[in-house]
């Protein structure tokens, strides 16, 4: 009976958290800086779907799209965001921007596409530092279409998802990116020139533009990383990064925390670096270590093995627990003493290399010990005898 009734409480709790933890789900969060007005999860979608880098920028200024909220010059009137493609290589950083004013552009998020040594294309979202914080990086982890309805031109590929890595290859901008007939895209549009379909409308506050975008964080489309596919192309982008220092200002002084209408919200989470790590890194490349000279240093392939005075090799097994580099090493392995192969100290390594005839060298100092003359005391009589 007493566990009926356990059972039976246990369920009664179960059924009861279940409302609460639903509402946590749809909860807002938020990050507490101007990107909150710009989801990049909806960002990402829509470049997914998208053909052509003009139809992108045209979708993500539209109004219907309900995804650009963003008012970094404080005029109370929704900034136009203009797209600007560059490419270095092989990859290509697409630009998300906005004219601040005559003078000054903030640039909100790049996008970059890289193609890796085996062909294969990894799109990520970097958010703006000024806007989203540091390490704010999402990316796509679905081996297929996000919007079931959604096939476009081309056929539903399955076969995109590898070891915890989204190949873009299939997506039709990613297939425009790499035809040979594109050219790059720069937005004709700047302060005070925009497109006639487009007109500025008020900001609505954060809570009414989290309705338009929970789904992207419940159905977890997409996912927010921490590491950088392709670090060094991206250093390529950071040297041209657009900042302005009106939106850096109205930032520390808390003018764009208005769009919260004094409400408080929990905050995003973090990645965790530890489960977060990319398993296949063969499209990563590897920046070699420089010594002062400027030229490569090659110290990570020499054997790091000390050496005693008299240049002898330290046995380390007994004073080594593990080895960091090879952290698959069997402990018998471990424990095993490394003998060195002709390290013996001096004294016994000459006994040891002795010349094959050192029997004969003794006889020879032995005759020649018997053939030296005598001492003057041997030679004198003994007492009592005369001479002749």
Known sequence: MKKF??????????????????????????????????NLYAVLDVFQKSKTLEEFERVLNSRDSNINNLDLNNDNAIDYIEVVSDKEGSSYSIVLRVAINNYQYQDVAVIEVNKGNSGRIIVQIIGDEELYGENYIVEPYYSETRNPGYRGNENVIINNYDNGIFYADYWPIVIQLYSPTFRLYISPWRWGFYPSYWSPWTPIFYHNYWRYHYHY???????????????????YYSARRNHSDIVRRNRIRGTYNRVYDGRAYRRSEVPDRAFDRPLNRENRPTMPRMNPRGTPDNRGNRPEVPLNRRGIRENQSDNRQ????????????????????????????????????????QQERANRNSAAPSSPRADRPAPGQGRD
């Open 5 to 38: 009734v356990f059972f039976f409480v246990i369920v009664i709790t179960g059924l009861l958290s279940l409302p609460v933890f639903s509402q946590m789900q749809n909860e807002p969060t938020a990050l507490g800086l101007p990107g909150d007005n710009l």
């Open 217 to 235: 964080y419940r159905n977890r489309p997409y996912r927010r990383t921490v590491y950088l596919w392709d670090p060094i192309h991206y250093l």
């Open 322 to 361: 593990g080895n960091p580099s090879n952290p698959g090493q069997s402990e018998q392995q471990r424990n095993t003493p490394r003998v060195p192969l002709n390290r013996l100290p001096f004294q016994q390594r000459d006994r040891q290399q002795a010349p094959p005839n050192s029997r004969n060298n």
